[in-house]
């Protein structure tokens, strides 16, 4: 594999990782009802969880 190829794949795999780790967050932090349910009240995420999202 080429380089450009590498640097794809490594970029696929960062990105991955960090919108799993926003996810997790913010489910824990707000909560599974609010993650699952309609959007009709805006919260807004805070601490480490914010910095991710």
Request: net charge negative; hydrophobic share 55%; no cysteine.
């Amino acid at each position: 594999m080429t380089g450009d190829l590498w640097a794809l794949l490594a970029a696929l795999l960062l990105a991955s990782i960090q919108l799993t780790i926003a996810s997790f967050l913010t489910l824990r932090q707000l909560g599974e009802a609010w993650v699952a349910g309609p959007r009709d009240e805006e919260l807004k995420v805070t601490g480490i969880s914010g910095r991710f999202v």
